[in-house]
């Protein structure tokens, strides 16, 4: 069965440093792979997404993530955190099939804390 | 332009009873999908309506049931609700049923007691 495991529940990053967020899939060819935040309360928020192509995308917020094939991992960076990225992140895949269905599977998310 | 809605923002219900949520796409969206979230989990994929009609479901029971109306909004009952069903519940649309470009509403907090 396809599944999304981000390893890590919890990170604390002082603000400035840098951050990577794990993301590894499982599914048998390649998936359309995305990250979202959540801030409390509210809904999720697109930050990046991959389909094809360079495998290095570029999101908002300064965020970027690499496409490993041969790792099946999708890892978000940014090179130096600040104190409003402090929310949850989700990584997800999007499974290509026909008939116009666009099932989103999502990861347990890791919470990104951020020290001054 | 106006995002992803969704009503009521919270609401708290009993076991038994029964509950719909309501969903109003992004002006030009024709594809909803409904999202389960509960407590310290990723969302839950449900339903995804595209031009009205069912393009997937979930793995949810029977008591789990959606529609989606001429204008593209949708709403997700519950019934018979269950303890286990307190989550929030995310609205999602997007321009077209095979599109991932999925936009999320605020969401609903349900709460069952």
């Known amino acids: 069965a396809q599944s999304v495991t981000q390893p890590d529940i919890h990170i604390t990053v002082s603000e400035g440093a840098s951050l990577e967020l794990r993301c590894n899939y499982s599914y048998g060819a390649t998936p359309y792979l995305f990250w979202y935040v959540q801030s409390p309360g509210q809904g999720l928020q697109l930050l990046l997404k991959y389909f094809s192509g360079d495998t290095l995308v570029q999101g908002i917020k300064g965020f970027e993530a690499e496409f490993k094939r041969s790792q099946s991992s999708f890892n978000l960076r940014k090179p130096s955190v600040h104190w409003s990225d402090a929310a949850e992140y989700f990584c997800?895949?999007?499974?290509?099939?026909?008939?116009?269905?666009?099932?989103?599977?999502f990861g347990a998310g890791t919470r990104l804390a951020v020290h001054p | 332009d106006a995002g992803v809605t969704q009503s009521p923002t919270h609401l708290i219900k009993t076991r038994g009873q029964q509950v719909t949520l309501r969903c109003s796409p992004i002006s030009g969206h024709k594809s909803v999908s409904w999202y389960q979230q509960v407590l310290g989990q990723g969302p839950q994929f449900i339903f995804q309506y595209y031009e009205k009609e069912e393009r997937g479901r979930g793995n949810f029971p029977d008591r789990f049931s959606a529609r989606q109306f001429p204008n593209y909004s949708s709403e997700l009952n519950v019934n018979a609700l269950l303890l286990g069903d307190s989550a929030l519940y995310l609205c999602?649309?997007?321009?077209?049923?095979?599109?991932?470009?999925?936009?999320f509403g605020p969401g609903t907090r349900l709460t069952v007691t």
């Open positions: 997800a895949v999007g499974l290509p099939r026909a008939g116009g269905y666009n099932k989103l599977i």
């Open positions: 999602a649309s997007s321009l077209q049923g095979a599109s991932y470009e999925q936009y």
